[in-house]
Structures are given as structure tokens and as C-alpha cells.
């Protein structure tokens, strides 16, 4: 027989034998439950083709059905591999992402963020770094009664609110890579001031030369901002020095790519005259020629984690996925910008 209208939860509610509080509770996934009492409902549910009212959920949970991310970073690449990532997670429920960038520089950040989490009402937000470094933002989605998860280089807070990754090993194990090919003049370009994945970064290089015993020459390493054309300024930096490194580690891709532009200019073979790496594996390292050497760091799989960890229980994810400690290996992608250093 067909339905006049659109069933409601009082008509789920009165089939089932339950309250309607029992219902919300169900479309709610609220543990406070019994199996049975549940599948009932569940099957109810299925039965009428009832569909919950999302702004009746968001009302009577207080929050809006949004997942917003947060960022100030000038990686334009990264911004949109982890939207890829979280949207992945986010596709087949209720939720959606709104994406709002931010200056770390202003002096009103806090207060505009404060501002945007009250106006919106979001379910839960990630936050990218650097601005995930940051304790007083964090403090603040935790006030705001505001779920948050952090993305960083290295663990900035609990299980929880946190997917992170292991920059410093990795990129010591790619500065051990240059060494073992005979390398001993490796030059660094850092990534931004302020940034916790820049200090990692300079760490895991540190550590590799340390460790091979080779002197720590603070001429060999240059500041870069993440941007194509901070690392051609380095490499003209680093290539005018005498004698000039045989190898350069840059701390992304992007950067990678500046050095590589460089040494071409000056006529160097790459890699037979300069070996180049990079990192995070975003789609330029696969498209320059020679194909860069590199760090994939797992952006998306990172962005998936913490989308699953905002959205855990609440009809996106499984139960329990929240609590557990996110750490993301990241590996060595070896191609052809990497020689052996010449006799």
C-alpha cells in the first residue's frame, strides 16, 4: 500500500513499541542500548523507508552534520590530498566537508577560529599543520566541546586527536641512502621557520650525518619556505659554494624540483653531476626528468584516519577507531635523480 507521506520517527516509534527518545537514540548509534531492542527498530526503520531529518539530528545533538578542515598552509598539493583523503571516508554518510583556511600570522587567529566554530556548529574538525602545533587551538575545540584531530610530524597530543608521522626517521634514512652511494657533501634545504615537520626534517638529516661521522657543515644548510622558487634559491647558494655538494636533500618536493631547475641552468647532470631527493611523493616528483627520488609521506591515508577518528561512532566509522594512536610510516621511493657520487 502506498504511503500518503513520508513515515516520521513517531511512525517508527509506535510500530516498534518504543519511545521516540529510543528511536533517536538508535539513528544516533548511542551504546545505550540492548540488541534486540535495537535491531528491532533498525528493522522498522528499513521496513518504512524512513529517512532521519539531518537538521533535527543537528538540533538535537547541537551540531551541525559538518566536518571542517583547517589550515594555513602553503602546500597547495597537500591541502588537496588530504581533502581527498577525508572525502573518501565522508562519501557515503551524512556528513560534509567545508574546508576553511586561516593566517597563522594574525594576530587574531584564535578568535577567528573561535568565531567560525561557533557560527557553523562543525560535528568535528582536522587540523593541518603548522597551525595543529598550535596547544591554545587545541584547548579551544576542546572548550567549544568541539571534536578535533591533529596532523603532524611527530605526536603533539592523545590517541584520540592525533595521526602522525615519522619525518625524522625517514628522512634519515634517505640522507644514509646518499651516504651509502658514496655522498659526502649532502646539502640540506630546510623547510619554513615555525613549521615542527621543518624541524624533524633537519633532525633525521642531522642524525644521518652524525651517525656516518661526517662533520655537521652549517654552510650546507640553506633556508627554504616549502615554495618551488625558495629552493632555487638555495641551490644557487649551495652551488656556489667550493667545492659544491655532491647530493641535496630538499624537505618537499616542491623545493626538489627549484634545485633540480637550478642545476640544469648551470649545466650539472643530475644525477651524475648532483644527486637530488625530495619529500612527500606529490604527482611533481614523478614528473620531472630525471624522476625524483623522494619521501612518500602518506597524506591521504593520514586524512582517512582522521576523518574515521572524527566521525567514529556516529554512523561514518567503526567504534573504537577514535581511541587508538595513528602513526604513519613513511618510505623511501627511490628513482633516478640518485647516483653514486663521482670518484
Known amino acids: 500500500m502506498k504511503r500518503s507521506s513520508q513515515p516520521t520517527i513517531n511512525d517508527v516509534a509506535r510500530i516498534a513499541g518504543v519511545s521516540k527518545k ?8 548511542s551504546p545505550l542500548l540492548n540488541g534486540d531492542t535495537r535491531r528491532r527498530v533498525e528493522e522498522v526503520i528499513a521496513d518504512l523507508g ?18 571542517g578542515l583547517i589550515h594555513d598552509n602553503p602546500n597547495a598539493q597537500m591541502v588537496l590530498n588530504v581533502q581527498q583523503g577525508m572525502l573518501e571516508v565522508l562519501r557515503d554518510t551524512e556528513f560534509e566537508l567545508i574546508v576553511h583556511p586561516v593566517d597563522r600570522g594574525s594576530p587574531t587567529m584564535l578568535e577567528d577560529i573561535g568565531h567560525f566554530l561557533e557560527r557553523q556548529r562543525p560535528f568535528g574538525v582536522m587540523i593541518l599543520p603548522p597551525i595543529s602545533e598550535n596547544d591554545q587551538l587545541a ?23 592525533m595521526v ?3 619525518d ?21 634545504v630546510l623547510g619554513p621557520h615555525g613549521f615542527r615537520s621543518a624541524l624533524e626534517r633537519q633532525k633525521g638529516y642531522e642524525e644521518a650525518i652524525e651517525h656516518a661521522g661526517l662533520p655537521l657543515q652549517r654552510t650546507l644548510i640553506v633556508q627554504g619556505d616549502y615554495k618551488f622558487e625558495s629552493g632555487m634559491r638555495a641551490a644557487e647558494q649551495l652551488l656556489d659554494l667550493s667545492p659544491r ?4 636533500f630538499a624537505s618537499n618536493d616542491e623545493m626538489a624540483a627549484g634545485v633540480l631547475h637550478v642545476a640544469r641552468q648551470r649545466g650539472l647532470n643530475v ?8 619529500f612527500d611523493d606529490t604527482p611533481i616528483a614523478s614528473h620531472l626528468w630525471p624522476p625524483l627520488t623522494t619521501v612518500r609521506w602518506p597524506i591521504a591515508t593520514m586524512a582517512r584516519a582522521a576523518a574515521l577518528k572524527l566521525v567514529s561512532g556516529e554512523g561514518g566509522g ?9 602513526l604513519f610510516v613513511s618510505t623511501l621511493i627511490r628513482r633516478a635523480s640518485v647516483a653514486p657520487a663521482a670518484s
Open 22 to 29: 529510543t528511536v533517536s537514540r538508535v539513528i544516533n548509534q
Open 50 to 67: 524512513y529517512v532521519p531529518n539531518p537538521q533535527a539530528r543537528a538540533l538535537a545533538l547541537r551540531r551541525n552534520f559538518l566536518i
Open 139 to 161: 584547548g579551544l575545540c576542546a572548550e567549544l566541546g568541539v571534536r578535533y584531530v591533529r596532523m603532524g610530524s611527530a605526536t603533539l597530543d592523545e590517541a584520540p586527536h
Open 164 to 166: 602522525a608521522s615519522n
Open 168 to 188: 625524522r626517521e625517514a628522512v634519515r634514512g634517505a640522507v644514509e641512502h646518499l651516504i651509502e652511494s658514496g655522498h659526502r657533501r649532502i646539502g640540506l
Open 245 to 248: 655538494p655532491t647530493a641535496v
Open 271 to 278: 644525477p651524475q653531476d648532483l644527486s637530488i631527493i625530495g
Open 318 to 326: 567503526p567504534t573504537g577507531e577514535d581511541g587508538e594512536m595513528s
